[in-house]
């Protein structure tokens, strides 16, 4: 869990700097209290390293984010191939202004369907949808 809270802090911080690092801060203990332990969070390790994680809630991706150290390296792709595999339709919320998300999940296959501001921040969030056949061997 620590691991897996602190990439999420440093990414979120480094992706988002149009958004308050103290806005960040106060949210880990959500995220440990709350939210990872209410998803299917999947982590991806090298040597008992973790390098990046996934969270899932029903047919949402709740979190896709790789260790800031790691970024670049294909991490976040196959994150993303294993989400596919375990479901057919994916949503997710990115903020419009982190352009490299964007642009990863519109190579990923994801679509946008709408924008719309963001609850918690105010900036705006673009809602994104994936498509796609689930593996029969995902569904063990």
């Given at each position: 869990?620590?691991?897996?809270?602190?990439?999420?802090?440093?990414?979120?911080?480094?992706?988002?700097?149009?958004?308050?690092?103290?806005?960040?801060?106060?949210?880990?203990?959500?995220?440990?209290?709350?939210?990872?332990?209410?998803?299917?969070?999947y982590?991806?390790?090298?040597?008992?390293?973790?390098?990046?994680?996934?969270?899932?809630y029903?047919?949402?991706?709740?979190?896709?984010?790789?260790?800031?150290?790691?970024?670049?390296?294909?991490?976040?792709?196959?994150?993303?191939?294993?989400?596919?595999?375990?479901?057919?339709?994916?949503?997710?919320?990115?903020?419009?202004?982190?352009?490299?998300?964007?642009?990863?999940?519109?190579?990923?296959?994801?679509?946008?369907?709408?924008?719309?501001?963001?609850?918690?921040?105010?900036?705006?969030?673009?809602?994104?949808?994936?498509?796609?056949?689930?593996?029969?061997?995902?569904?063990?």
């Amino acid at each position: 869990m620590d691991s897996v809270l602190d990439i999420w802090l440093r990414a979120s911080i480094k992706a988002h700097d149009f958004v308050e690092k103290e806005f960040w801060q106060s949210h880990v203990k959500d995220m440990r209290e709350v939210y990872i332990p209410g998803s299917e969070t999947y982590v991806l390790e090298d040597n008992n390293q973790v390098l990046g994680f996934f969270s899932l809630y029903e047919n949402t991706l709740a979190a896709l984010f790789v260790d800031p150290d790691h970024q670049g390296k294909g991490i976040g792709t196959r994150l993303m191939d294993k989400a596919k595999s375990l479901r057919r339709k994916i949503d997710l919320c990115v903020y419009s202004e982190n352009t490299t998300a964007l642009g990863f999940y519109v190579k990923c296959g994801f679509t946008a369907k709408k924008e719309r501001p963001e609850p918690h921040t105010g900036h705006r969030e673009t809602l994104m949808e994936y498509t796609g056949a689930a593996s029969p061997l995902s569904q063990s």
